[in-house]
């Protein structure tokens, strides 16, 4: 089935089998299951933006995933999203070859995120991979938070990756507003997005195609159903139904909707990553980086207050400048 089409004309598009029992694709709405997906934050720097790509997995039984919002710190100010598709590498100056789906100024929030809302939901298909840049007009070097690169992010939906900083509050431009030029490339290699996406998901229902893809808690459900099709099995009252209608019972099951069913056993589709955080692991590392946020501001705050440098400044923004030293490989 071309999944391209069902994400296009909605609920239904595709339907399977024959007669009157024609069996749905996917499900009719976004399931909200997993809703957000949040990087690690160690602050190592502050520019004008940041551009990465954005890929999702494709061994969960979903049709598509529906990215609503996009999460940053900083200063902020007139903000921009900006998507392309098939990732970012070799446009990081070509406009025309983006779309932008966020345009508002926000108060600055140098502590906590801000959600960016996008005005048109983000769709990925399985394995489909794009681009995001997230930019800020304002003026200076602190407008949003950003790290060096690491091991980048992933959960079992979504890959965030690596990508470039942007040291030019001109979104896509080597000048900034007062037409400074700058000596070498205004873009950073090897940085990381610091920040949330929320997202929604669209779940494949049960067909005989993607069995092998859903919980085992489910499959185990789908072989009782189906021993009903032996000989054996004369006595049951579902040995009178015909498979076809069987098949049409099945597929209207909201498997994802069964209880705690999914957190009872080891679900691991086909070439799904056994690395992952859990969600045990995510809330201390959640927890970790608000004390770490919060002991950062109360030494920036003493720190000012024993010297004549300004807060953001100094401890916290220490790193704010990006230099090229930082980048062997900077781009000319």
């Not at 809302?117 to 800020?136: D, E, N, R, T």
């Not at 229902?205 to 085992?216: A, Y």
Request: overall charge negative; some cysteine.
């Amino acid at each position: 089935p071309d999944m391209a089409a069902a994400a296009e004309d909605g609920a239904g598009a595709i339907r399977l089998g024959h007669g009157a029992l024609m069996r749905s694709l996917a499900s009719a709405e976004l399931v909200h299951t997993v809703t957000q997906v949040e990087t690690h934050d160690h602050e190592d720097h502050t520019f004008a933006g940041i551009m990465f790509n954005v890929k999702a997995r494709y061994e969960m039984p979903m049709e598509y995933m529906e990215v609503k919002s996009v999460w940053v710190r900083g200063e902020l100010g007139p903000m921009t999203v900006w998507v392309t598709q098939d990732g970012y590498e070799d446009k990081e100056e070509d406009q025309s070859r983006w779309t932008c789906i966020h345009d508002e100024t926000h108060a600055e929030s140098r502590w906590e995120l801000k959600e960016l809302k996008l005005s048109v939901p983000l769709v990925l298909l399985p394995g489909q991979c794009i681009g995001m840049y997230v930019h800020s007009k304002t003026e200076g070097d602190e407008q949003i938070v950003y790290d060096n690169q690491r091991i980048g992010h992933a959960d079992e939906f979504v890959i965030i990756g690596s990508g470039k900083a942007h040291l030019v509050n001109v979104p896509f431009s080597r000048f900034g507003t007062q037409g400074q030029h700058w000596w070498g490339s205004p873009w950073r290699q090897r940085r990381e997005f610091v920040g949330r996406l929320d997202y929604g998901l669209r779940w494949l229902l049960w067909n005989p195609d993607c069995n092998k893809s859903l919980p085992p808690a489910f499959r185990a459900i789908v072989w009782s159903l189906m021993m009903t099709r032996h000989e054996r099995s004369r006595m049951s009252f579902l040995w009178h139904l015909e498979t076809e209608m069987l098949f049409y019972i099945i597929n209207n099951v909201e498997w994802w909707e069964m209880g705690d069913m999914k957190e009872q056993v080891e679900w691991q589709p086909p070439g799904y990553p056994t690395d992952l955080p859990t969600k045990e692991t995510e809330e201390d590392l959640r927890q970790d980086r608000l004390i770490w946020r919060q002991h950062m501001h109360n030494t920036a705050m003493q720190y000012h207050h024993h010297s004549a440098y300004q807060p953001y400044g100094g401890v916290g923004f220490d790193s704010d400048d990006d230099d090229d030293d930082e980048d062997e490989d900077y781009e000319e």
